[in-house]
């Protein structure tokens, strides 16, 4: 019975510790994507071309492929992805930024940071 009782409270205590982690891990750097910061484009600026930027914050780190024609972002694609994907955000907001032509477009309700961190692989894409 002692026996029982001391794996049935070793195997509690494995639980906790792995959903503990698994929340700490999803909830790392919530705040500091939150906080991110991203700045308009001058396509003007930018020659023809397809360039890769990426930005790296856990499991926001994402690498993206733009495609420059005549001062405009003609194509956008995903190199390497969030860790958590959702082909709906990534598709709703590449649409606004080839829209507008810019970076500068409302993050998609409900994954502001996911939003964030490919607009930030956008920028550095085609930083000049």
């Known amino acids: 019975m002692k026996l029982l009782l001391k794996v049935v409270l070793a195997l509690i205590v494995l639980v906790v510790l792995v959903v503990g982690g698994g929340i700490f891990f999803l909830a790392r750097g919530i ?16 020659k023809d071309g397809i360039y890769n930027g990426e930005y790296k914050s856990g499991r926001w780190t994402n690498e993206i ?5 005549d001062s405009r972002i003609v194509k956008m694609a995903i190199v390497k992805d969030v860790m958590f994907v ?12 080839l829209k507008k032509q810019n ?22 894409a085609l930083k000049y």
Do not use: M, Q, R
């Not at 705040?31 to 930018?46: I, N, R, W, Y």
């Open 31 to 46: 705040e500091a994507g939150a906080e991110v910061s991203v700045s308009s484009l001058d396509l003007s600026k930018v």
């Open 65 to 69: 492929s733009v495609e420059v024609k």
């Open 86 to 97: 959702k082909p709906e955000v990534s598709g709703e907001l590449f649409a606004k930024v």
């Open 103 to 124: 970076t500068d477009v409302d993050a998609v309700s409900g994954a502001t940071i996911t939003s964030k961190a490919y607009l930030k692989a956008i920028e550095d």
